[in-house]
């Protein structure tokens, strides 16, 4: 399975970004899907999950603020990202896990960068 994520940029506090992640397969077969990031001189960290079994699940710095969603049809998963932070500062990477092989992959990472 092959991930590619897009959307990243620079952009102000207060701001908004919507970063993608297209799948190479049909994205059903990613039971868990999400989304982490690790920030320059941080420990990779998640930002939120959709899971086939449980839902979404938020880290709590930034519930209320980030959105994630799936779209079958285009076989992709969104993170809509409002109301920005600096802290928010770092690089995103976009993670499925496959529930017939029981792997977890991951793509490049896109990088989104808020200035104050």
């Known amino acids: 399975v092959q991930l590619v994520e897009s959307g990243g940029g620079l952009v102000r506090s207060g701001g908004s970004l919507r970063l993608s992640c297209a799948a190479s397969e049909n994205i059903y077969n990613l039971d868990i899907m999400g989304w982490f990031r690790r920030a320059p001189g941080k420990q990779r960290e998640l930002v939120a999950t959709?899971?086939?079994?449980?839902?979404?699940n938020y880290a709590v710095s930034v519930k209320g603020r980030f959105t994630i969603s799936r779209d079958y049809a285009k076989n992709t998963i969104h993170l809509q990202m409002n109301r920005l932070k600096p802290e928010d500062t770092a690089v995103y990477y976009c993670?499925?896990?496959?529930?017939?092989?029981?792997?977890?992959?991951w793509g490049q990472g896109t990088q989104v960068t808020v200035s104050s």
């Open positions: 993670n499925g896990h496959h529930w017939s092989t029981n792997r977890d992959y």
């Open positions: 959709d899971s086939a079994v449980s839902g979404t």
